[in-house]
């Protein structure tokens, strides 16, 4: 579709390629006055996706929020996939999001028809989520923004943290990797509109499905892969839980032309400063090539769901994943704490 | 021939883009330096360049320049051909998959069914978009075997990227097990797999 003013060309970094480097994040929360709270079960120490506090006995209420600049110049797709990232921190946390905000930015020579477009890609995917946007705010800036705060609900015994992975569990991850080393392919013009649609679509797509077949079996920790990358997230799992994860590089799901652009360089900033991140926890046990440990380290957007749970269990869940989600894969599995937080094999 | 860009103030991923419209323009021997301003974008030339086949060194320079020097490499025929084949792999379709289950083509006359056949594998290979992947099975793996009319164009198939595949157990039943000539062997598991996950199945 045509936009009057191309939307991606006014933003400097790719969707959550953005996000500002877990460790550095870190270092600058240092040190502040909080309030504890015994209610507050998930809150930032953990690094979770999301923060839950107990209501009562049977609710928790979980919070997020994210946001991100145009990663498609399709302003209604922007829309879609923005909300559809935010909303997935909720279902990470094994919760069903209520309430959204908007939050959104808009640059100077956007039209109000393109402002308009966003927020109904937005809308559509709170809808499709079934929670309710109910207000937000809306400033004018050099970029674009946009993306929710979400508040969703979940049984407090059911809230899934990314910290509570045991050994003997497997590992399945829900969409395959290589989002943002194929968005900096598409704006090299690198990329066919045939894979930027397939691309778009997974981002577009919700995790909800993923999220109602896994809360029906025992799983013990999730997450969703965003930012931090495949690699990224699932090092603040090993961390979180005190155990090492192994993960089966032949078994991760990818799009086949990351590879390919990876190679040749294109590889975003984010992936970079997630290599920073982890690779100090990381021991690699086989051959892998650059490119591929490039898409490991690649930073997702609206990314799929990684989860564990026990191994006798993870069979008939994954069928189950597949006969909606035919990329679901198991990827992995975990250990007892070995010398290294991450092992790719 | 030296060549100096300046890739300075850039975003990513434009020093690469840059690189590489600046490395088409130059010749086999000639030097390529582009001059960026962060670690990163010496990473992902370097990336490039090494892809490229190209010899790469980096240096910084100060504080915030650094300088990825690429000695171009390989007779230009190279490069082109490298081109070439990167253009057949986009051709192919993703998830078309082929699925030719008798060596004949339709039922009625066998003699007709078995040029019908010739002509459609010969048609296969003149499409702009070539399939994934095409599996073969019961009579179809005669069409994968020695002595099979559509041997060369199944061959030239897999040699633009094609995946040719053939029921082993119909190997086995038709005793051609030692006749296949082109692609590989499959089971029945990787064939339901395959068609659950085709996003087009094309059966003549």
Redesign the interface.
Known sequence: METEVKLTKLA??AGCGAKMGAGTLAKMLEGFKAHSDPQLIVGYDKSDDASVYVLDENTALIQTTDFFPPIVDDPYLYGKIAATNALSDVYAMGGEPRLALNILCAAEGMEDSTIREILRGGYDAAYDAGAIITGGHTIKGAEPIYGLAVSGFAHPQRVLTNSNAKPGDVLILTKPLGIGIIT??A???MV?K??MD?IYAQMATLNKAARDIMVAYDVHSCTDVTGFALMGHSYEMAQGSNCTIHIQVDKVPYHPEAL?L????????GA?RNRDYAQAGVSIRKGIS??MEDILYDPQTSGGLLFALPEAEAEACLAQLKQTI?NAAIIGYVTEKEDSDLVLE | MEKIIDCKGM????P??NA?KASEELNSGDVLTVLVDN??AV???????E?KGFGVSAEKKGEQEYAVIMQLAGTPAEPAREEEV?CVM?SRR?GMLVVLSANVMGTGDPKLGTSLMKAFVFALTKQDQLPDTILCYNTGAYLTCEGADTLEDMKLLESEGVTVLTCGTCLDFYGLKEKLAVGGATNMYDIVERM??AAQIIKP
């Open positions: 400097s970094c900096t392919g704006k090299a013009d066919e045939e894979v397939r390919e990876a190679s040749m360089g294109l590889v975003p900033a970079y650059l490119a035919p | 975003a990513c991923p434009l690469v883009v590489k670690e990163i990473q992902n030339l370097t990336r490039f360049g892809h990167s986009d993703k659950e996950n």
